[in-house]
């Protein structure tokens, strides 16, 4: 009997290829998005890599390449937060690109690159360059870890999940640029269009989140944050957390956290919980710390909260993480980016 084939990428999807990766590393060295490092000196160090690919992560139809930088390194400075950092080391940079591509263009990415460390620190600690047949950006961020990490396997039953800023934007902003679907700039406002175009093409990790986290949390209760970020899209990171946590997830949907300008657009609810790249934090806490966060941090707001696993509504499939809070019924629809599939 002849063996069966094997498997192609586009079968396992990024999740069941990273879970097939993390045999050959440590355990729960690939659970998050970024590496801890003990220094000498006692300090944690984060590490963190992000690959963007022209066609899959960027365009030209898009963004200019100053845009692309700035994105590039805010990409990787939010794996950053999303870990818990507070203070950035500096960023690595693997170029390949065709040896027709013109020096401005080059020069245009590392002035956004530039840009970017300006605002939140950092260097730029080297790379390497390569030519190829399509541009491509390989970046290794570094940062030093705040008062303690965020995992997405450190979320409890009863916590209350929360987000820091507003989903949906940034894929607003993608419509926007690309003029499809739907709205375009005649059909909005033009600060929210203005907003979302700068969603997408200049996001801001929240480093600022976490310091905010560290002087909300309550006197004498222990480091414990659940967490990641959005960057494939709220829904997939509510789920990476329950699922990491060993809990199921409720999120109320008139709480969803969208900007509103943009809540009667029909396409609202959609690209709030599935369109990803709004680079925002998603956090699973005790709730007198989350109700504190949401005090001092503007923007942030309690969008649900972790339940045990087994309490979602009768029937439903057991992969199902996700649940509406009012009503019990699984959230359906996608969960966000997935590599190889698309």
Known sequence: MPASPPPLLRD?????LLQRLAAYAP?????????????????TLVVNTDVL?????FSDATMGPADLGWRAAAANL???AAMGCRQVVGLTVGLVAPGDTPWPWVDGVYTGLSEALGRYGGVLLGG????GGQRLLAITALGHLGPGP???GDGRPGDALLSTGPHGLSRLGLALLQERPAPTRADLAPALAERAVNAHRRPLPRLDAVAALAASQPAQGPW?????DSSDGLLAAVTAIARASGCQARLRRGALPLDAAMAGLPEAQGWCLSGGEDFELVLALEPTWARALVAALPGASLIGELRASGSGTCGSAPETTVFWQESGEPIGGSEGWCHFRR
């Open 12 to 16: 396992l999807g990024e999740w069941e």
């Open 27 to 43: 355990p729960g060295q690939l659970d998050d998005d970024a590496a801890l490092l003990c220094e000498r000196d006692g300090r």
């Open 53 to 57: 690919v022209e066609g899959v992560h």
């Open 78 to 80: 939010s794996d950053l």
């Open 128 to 131: 390497d360059c390569s030519s």
């Open 150 to 152: 965020i995992r997405r």
């Open 224 to 228: 414990r944050v659940g967490g990641t």
